[in-house]
């Protein structure tokens, strides 16, 4: 197995709308203490054992910012959750979607689809239990759980449930601020499974390599779109595309967007992993959990701001 090579493409992008400025002296002060707070290596155990394919996949993304990942696993959950998600949420709504319509009594689902989501094309959106058996490949994952914690030198966690999207983007959607370049949380680590083939007709993903280095300490973490696009357009441009299973993982805090292309549809699982900030409410619990129980430490310590 090796990892996907980085092909770039330079194509100019759209005009984001501009939503935030540069930072006040006392908001960058701010971004100063939250980068001390959660990038601080733990002195003690700075790394935990992974393989050699892990090593790379981990190189890979300390320098490009992002690395896509061809796996048989990954490629099964990819079709697990397509059988058993994706092919139910059809025609389904915020108004009657459950875990028992879905088959999937006992385990939490949640719509989460609102307005602002349905306006750039999303048709389903909603987050998943922890507990979906199908995940379990992906979620204790040796080298995946392994990646996160030598990236950051120290202990991740998951930020929010796992999230099923379903992208369906039309003329005269809201393709402005869905569809600009702009940067995410502190050195979040996120995970976007293709659960769907995607070309570069397909809506997808574009990602500017290697500004996840950009200098934060000095200039703060968020960034003004305009600026990101400038960037964006000065060095290379990563297609995030491919075959069903494909796996993402990427530093969110370099410059990314969607490209919205009408009349195309694209399906993923995405997941965020940070060092315990910007947390969500978690509805999930971990308390019982017997396929928790049973992994390393460092791996069950990733769900210890779930509910106990």
Sequence with gaps: MEAKKLKPNTDPVTTPVSQTASPSPRHLLSDRMEILRYTLPNLFKRTVAISQRGQLWLEILR???????????????AENLEKDYFSRLEGKTNTNLSAEELGKPGLFVRDTNDQLFRDYGASALCEISFREPALAPFLFHSDLTGLCYNYYHRQPYYRNQPVLQRLEFQSGQNDQEAGAFHVDRLHQISFMLLVSDVTEKDTHMEYALR???????????????????????????LKCIGEKGM??????????????????????????????????EFVDRRGGWTGLANQPKHIRRMFDKLKP
């Design 63 to 77: 320098r490009e910012g992002i690395v896509g990942i061809t796996e048989d696993e990954f490629i099964q959950v």
């Design 247 to 280: 796996l993402y993982i990427f530093d969110a805090s370099g410059i990314h967007r969607r490209c919205l292309i009408p009349g195309s549809a694209r399906k993923i699982l995405h997941c965020n992993v940070t060092t315990g900030h910007h947390l969500k």
């Design 211 to 237: 500004t996840h280095n950009r200098a934060m300490w000095k200039h703060g973490i968020g960034m003004n779109p305009e600026e990101a696009k400038l960037l964006a357009k000065r060095g290379e441009v």
